[in-house]
């Protein structure tokens, strides 16, 4: 009995110590996630403006050229990040819905990630990244509170720890989502404020700007361009940072670190729309076990950073999840990825896409409304004023008129993005791309069958719920043009449009 009892205890001993050292052993996982930013980086090849904590990421691990988001605005594309699953799947399609009196509840079974490292010993945390500083769901800095969240759906709030990982147990793993504001360091107006400047220590000259095809040469836009550059130099100063104290902290070793943009930047043909410069964002994977130095073109999509990241800290992937294990030996890449594009704010909408790594294909539901329908967060943008201003006054060319304010849509759109990865041509009339279009329709319409896309269910009181409360937060006459968008928009599905 005696020997027994020892035997037992070495062997009480000896899990023990293998325990630690399994907990020892999980790494870290972080995620950088900023807003209104597309993959204008170095090592993307911009070549305007240089990053190089961003590049130091890329040169130690695994960049993709091909990554696409599920929703082409904050809150849809963080709800689906936050969950590995669509936005359209999971009920939180609409941007910033479930905020009034109504709510939004996850499918049973569904859990986000925050919950599942906690739940696996992690210590989960959501804030700046910088030791004592926290940032507001604007990016501002203030005293207390998380970073931002966003999701579209109630969220038990004791999921996140801390805005910190400073606060954990000794030796804990942790789970930290650093929130960089990105592009919406630029305002409305177009300037970057000038604190930012001063820590940047010069300023993008607009006359250096390249712009797409697809906007007018314009000095307001040349100028709005410019200081979105420099929000994109600004968040690697911020990644630089971040990753400096990791360093002093000896924690870089043992921490997996993602890079990730929620969506693409905020322009007229950007942020709210299906085109790749809404769509297409920036990722890399740095860390242990991630190959150094690599570069992968084939298509993922940002609901596979919940799955990844599970299976890099040894916790089950839900079989509910949507997403994939892009790192996984057995893993198959894709042919196609998807995404959705819902209401925003007032402005209801619904568009989906397909991507492949040749072609695009969109199908518009609401054809017959104009290509930028009215939308105050939009239209309050300096470069959306100036293009309708330019449109106005009949200085668009004829194409830049077509492509930003047709009086209407085309009800599908195919572009062969190879080709043409302004996506200014649309081909879906053309007979020789006829079985190229009716495989993208066949793709699109299974994934929304498959996959159960909310998006055809009618809003209804949901609607008037978000739009109560949204006009109780504006005043002034943001608020007049607010009720105007709602009634035209009411006035325009009254009419089947």
Not at 54 to 67: P, Q
Request: charged share 25%.
């Amino acid at each position: 009995m005696r020997r027994m009892r020892l035997v037992r205890s070495l062997l009480s001993v000896c899990l023990l110590a293998t325990s630690a050292g399994v907990a020892a052993e999980k790494p870290n996982i972080l995620w950088f996630i900023v807003d209104d930013m597309s993959a204008h980086l170095s090592c993307y090849g911009e070549t305007t403006i240089k990053t190089p904590a961003i590049d130091s990421l890329a040169a130690e691990g695994t960049k993709f050229e091909r990554a696409f988001i599920t929703a082409p605005v904050c809150s849809p594309c963080r709800s689906a990040l936050i969950t590995g699953m669509y936005q359209t799947t999971i009920g939180a399609h609409h941007h910033r819905s479930g905020r009034g009196e109504l709510k939004i509840h996850l499918p049973e079974g569904v859990e986000p990630v925050p919950a599942l490292f906690k739940n696996a010993g992690y210590y989960t945390c959501i804030g700046s990244g910088v030791k004592n500083v926290k940032l507001n769901a604007k990016g501002k800095r203030k005293s207390g509170g998380l970073g931002k969240t966003d999701y579209n759906f109630e969220w038990p709030k004791e999921m996140y720890d801390s805005h910190d990982w400073a606060g954990r147990a000794e030796g804990q793993p942790f789970f930290m989502q650093v929130q960089l504001a990105g592009g919406k360091h630029r305002g409305q107006n177009g300037d970057l404020a000038p604190d930012k400047v001063r820590e940047l220590g010069s300023s993008t000259s607009p006359s250096d700007v390249k712009l797409p095809a697809h906007y007018p040469d314009d000095p307001v836009i040349r100028k709005d361009w410019a200081a979105y550059l420099d929000s994109v130099r600004y968040t690697d100063l911020e990644v630089g940072r971040v990753l400096a104290r990791l360093n002093e902290e000896n924690l870089l070793e043992n921490t997996v670190i993602f890079f990730m943009t929620d969506h693409g930047i905020s322009h007229a043909r950007g942020k709210q729309f299906l085109y790749d410069e809404g769509m297409h964002v920036p990722l890399i994977i740095k860390g242990p076990g991630i190959k150094a130095g690599a570069v992968r073109d084939d298509l993922v999509s940002s609901i596979d950073l919940a799955p990844v990241s599970l299976a890099l800290a040894g916790i089950p992937i839900p079989k509910t999840m949507q997403g994939k294990d892009i790192l996984a030996a057995d893993y198959v890449t894709r042919g196609e990825v998807f995404a959705a594009r819902d209401r925003c704010d007032e402005t209801t909408e619904r568009i989906r896409a397909v991507r492949t790594v040749e072609w695009k294909y969109i199908r518009n539901f609401h054809p017959d409304r104009p290509a930028l329908q009215p939308n105050a967060y939009k239209d309050g943008k300096a470069i959306v004023k100036r293009l309708r201003e330019l449109n106005a006054a009949g200085q668009l060319s004829e194409n830049h008129k077509k492509l930003l304010f047709a009086e209407t849509r085309p009800k599908e759109e195919l572009y062969r993005i190879t080709d043409d990865p302004s996506e200014l041509h649309n081909v879906v009339d053309d007979p020789q791309f006829a079985e190229v279009l009716a495989e993208m329709r066949g793709a699109l319409a299974e994934w929304i069958a498959t996959t159960g896309d909310k998006g055809e269910q009618p809003e209804g009181a949901m609607y008037d719920s978000d739009m109560a409360l949204y006009l109780a937060e504006k005043k002034g006459t943001h608020l007049e043009e607010l009720r105007a968008n709602i009634a035209q928009m009411k006035k325009w599905a009254a009419e089947g449009k």
